[in-house]
């Protein structure tokens, strides 16, 4: 089946520095990427969206100079949080549309920020 | 506005009986999908069934179905014959009609398998 593979699975970073996370689909093209944010017992809450090639769509609220998305191919997204701050700590997870039906996640990346 | 509606934050059901996950949404649109997923401790998001609108039957897929009632626009999960690697967070979203199709989600439900 497909399989997106996220990296990394956890980092821990110092505050003023930045961190890239990484989505790859393994065997198929993804049109769409989708990223989230996810705190503790809550739902997930969808930051941007890129397609490949065109620059990401954000939701409202969503700092676009501190979360970078890059999607420069069909089977690459990155999302960077740029100088993190520990209220930016949280659980970040990806997740590749394939077609109408198709959602494939990453196993997310929990970011810690000290 | 699309919306998913999952009322329980928490619930509990004894190992090997069945439990009901309620969902509703809220659509004007006649094209749309409705999705579960589970979601463990660990964090990854593991599909779980797929119905859409013009399916005229209820999908199911192994141990779970889910109840579809058009009419009362809710897309109930059902588990049949509860194990403890079911304890998780049950997530139900629905495919937004818009061009990139991004999922719309509820809050999620807790469940909790007793032995």
């Known amino acids: 089946g497909a399989v997106v593979s996220q990296h990394p699975s956890r980092v821990i970073c110092k505050s003023g520095t930045s961190v890239k996370i990484e989505c790859r689909s393994l065997?198929?093209?993804?049109?769409?990427m989708f990223w989230y944010r996810q705190f503790p017992k809550q739902s997930l809450m969808l930051m941007a969206t890129?397609?490949?090639?065109?620059?990401?769509?954000?939701e409202q609220g969503v700092e676009k100079d501190k979360f970078l998305i890059n999607h420069a191919s069909l089977t690459l997204s990155t999302l960077t949080v740029t100088s993190a701050h520990p209220e930016d700590s949280s659980f970040y997870i990806c997740?590749?549309?394939?077609?109408?039906?198709?959602?494939?996640f990453g196993s997310g990346t929990r970011l810690t920020v000290v | 506005a699309q919306k998913i509606t999952q009322t329980q934050p928490g619930m509990f059901v004894q190992e090997k009986e069945a439990v009901t996950l309620d969902c509703t949404y809220d659509?004007?649109?006649?094209?749309?999908?409705l999705f579960w997923y589970k979601q463990p401790s660990s964090g990854e998001m593991i599909f779980l069934i797929y119905?859409?609108?013009?399916d005229q039957q209820n999908a199911t897929e192994g141990r779970y179905s889910l109840n579809f009632q058009k009419a009362r626009k809710s897309a109930n999960l059902v588990i049949s014959a509860s194990q403890l690697g079911d304890s998780a967070m049950y997530f139900c979203?629905?495919?937004?009609?818009?061009?990139?199709?991004?999922?719309?989600w509820g809050l999620g439900t807790s469940l909790a398998v007793n032995p």
């Open positions: 979203a629905m495919r937004d009609a818009g061009n990139n199709r991004k999922l719309i």
């Open positions: 119905q859409g609108s013009y």
């Open positions: 997740s590749a549309r394939q077609g109408v039906y198709g959602y494939t």
């Open positions: 890129s397609n490949e090639g065109s620059k990401a769509t954000y």
């Open positions: 065997d198929f093209q993804a049109t769409t």
């Open positions: 659509t004007s649109d006649p094209s749309y999908g």
